[in-house]
């Protein structure tokens, strides 16, 4: 066994193929467990993609003032780490080309797309 190359990807679980039902299942479960680290403002990817942090649907409104625009920027940290760890783990081409061109940097948009394709939800 050599060593890898540089251009090899190391997945954290396994990929998702875009069969629906149970891969997908296992996928999303795969997803959600690999990002659970906290940020700076206490919010994991996967309270970003399930839209319960701070500045998404579902959670608490971004703060104003300072406190604010650390909000947002700690929101688009979020939305672009999600969104590579969730398009890394899909091998699906269609499903990768459609998320780069409807949900570019968006994890819970692109996150969105794969319950629509693979949930059935």
Not at 81 to 101: C, F, P, Q
Request: overall charge negative.
């Amino acid at each position: 066994m050599g060593t890898p190359s540089s251009s090899e990807i190391r997945y954290e679980f396994t990929p998702w193929d875009g069969t629906p039902g149970k891969p997908f299942d296992d996928y999303e479960t795969a997803l959600l467990n690999a990002g659970s680290r906290s940020d700076d403002r206490s919010w994991s990817l996967p309270d970003h993609l399930l839209a319960q942090d701070e500045g998404s649907a579902g959670g608490p409104a971004i703060p104003g003032g300072a406190a604010g625009i650390k909000a947002t920027a700690a929101l688009r940290k979020r939305q672009k780490a999600s969104n590579k760890i969730v398009t890394l783990h899909i091998v699906n081409e269609d499903i990768v080309d459609t998320m780069r061109k409807d949900h570019f940097q968006n994890g819970l948009g692109a996150c969105h797309l794969c319950r629509d394709a693979g949930g059935l939800r």
